[in-house]
């Protein structure tokens, strides 16, 4: 995976697009390194939480336009689709995922932030999706995923004009959850993913995979789906120890995530 550097860390995996040169555009080759990593991440027992950023100046500064350009509609369907297969692997991790956008994220890189479950923003970070000065539209689950984030008329808006916002915008919008100062957005992420994996995984993983089941149905199955989740909690160590502890007034000890 010589374009994805992966470092685990105290329960935490930094995932780094790392192509500063090309300002980590998205091609074939990059793209599965990526997917490569996800899947790594996603098998190590000991990762709790995944970040992903990008080396140098950009998060993802898109798709590779050089490698697009001579596509014709069946080569750019299947692009397309490779894409968002990766992506919707990142969105699928049972583990939560971090963006740390330190820079440009455009086209496929605000893509790839929104297929995250948290996204934080340097201060010089830049969302946009400018695809449709390309002449095509959002190719890597764009058009989806940010209505679903944003609000459908604000995405709109976004996609139809190829206008860029700067990271105070994104967080006014709710693209983002927070905005840090520049060159700090990575250790803010460390810092937020520390506080997520000194929790009990089983029950953070039940409550992302309700989350993002229950965003797809309407209210009365997604209650039923986390009923679901609520209830095997149950069966598990942690919730034993942990409830006994409150009702003990003490501490309540390590968490053994089973």
Do not use: W
Request: glycine share 8%.
């Amino acid at each position: 995976m010589s374009n994805v550097l992966v470092e685990v860390n105290e329960n935490i995996a930094v995932i780094t697009i790392n192509k500063p040169e090309s300002l980590n555009a998205l091609n074939d080759q990059v793209l599965a390194d990526l997917s490569k990593a996800i899947d790594e991440v996603e098998n190590n027992e000991e990762a709790y939480v995944a970040i992903i950023t990008g080396a140098g100046k950009a998060f993802v500064a898109g798709a590779d336009i050089s490698q697009m350009k001579d596509f014709n509609a069946a080569q750019g369907k299947q692009f397309g689709r490779f894409g968002n297969d990766v992506f919707l692997k990142v969105e699928n991790m049972t583990k939560p995922v971090i963006a740390a956008v330190n820079g440009f994220a455009l086209g496929g890189g605000c893509e790839l932030a929104s297929a995250c479950d948290i996204r934080l923003a340097s201060e010089n970070a830049i969302f946009g999706q400018p695809e449709v000065g390309l002449g095509i539209t959002p190719g890597f689950g764009g058009t989806q995923r940010l209505a679903r984030i944003v609000g459908m008329s604000k995405a709109k808006e976004l996609i139809f004009t190829a206008n860029n916002i700067k990271a105070d915008e994104a967080l006014a919008i709710g693209l983002v959850s927070k905005v840090v100062p520049k060159g700090e957005v990575v250790d803010a992420a460390i810092e937020m993913a520390k506080a997520i994996a000194k929790n009990a995984q089983v029950a953070v993983r039940q409550s992302k995979a309700a989350i993002n089941a229950g965003m797809q149905t309407d209210i009365h199955t997604g209650t039923m789906i986390e009923a679901e989740a609520f209830g095997a909690c149950f069966a598990t160590e942690d919730q034993k120890m942990a409830m006994t502890a409150f009702v003990e007034k003490r501490k309540p000890e390590k968490f053994a995530n089973k």
